[in-house]
């Protein structure tokens, strides 16, 4: 992501906004992943209930797809040759129409790209909780 951005555009990540944003969605997906992760362990822990096979594989499809949904969404700006340093990512889906704030400087985030950061905290919180529930389960 990082070098993509460097070796594409000469900027940083944070200032290609449609890498950032993809980077980003891999990243909460990662995450997501963590969390339910750490969530199956403390329920063996607590309980000695291991997850059922299905949920197992229930939850790497849905990481695989969901993984390869987010790629997807850089290589399709990337592959429609408009793919310029400030591209919004996801077609900026959701931003304030031009002309309604004073003139924003040119790396300014996407709506799609704040959000996916948004979802990152949300994500790290529960992560620390569950991590907290197993510190406790754990002895």
Known sequence: GG?????????SLAD???????AESLLAITNCVVVFGFRDAIDVEEKGVRAPA???????????????????SAVAVF???????????LGGIGN??????????????????????????VEWLLAVGVARRGAHAGG
């Open 3 to 11: 070098e993509g951005a460097g070796a594409l555009f000469g900027v």
């Open 96 to 121: 304030a129409p031009a002309g309604l704030w004073p003139a924003e400087p040119s790396n300014a985030l996407s709506m799609p790209t704040w959000v996916i950061h948004t979802s990152s905290l």
């Open 16 to 22: 290609a906004d449609w890498l950032h944003g993809s």
């Open 79 to 89: 592959a429609s040759g408009g793919a310029s340093v400030h591209t919004p990512w």
């Open 54 to 72: 299905a949920d197992e594989a229930s939850l790497r499809a849905a990481a695989t797809a969901l993984g390869s949904l987010s790629a997807l």
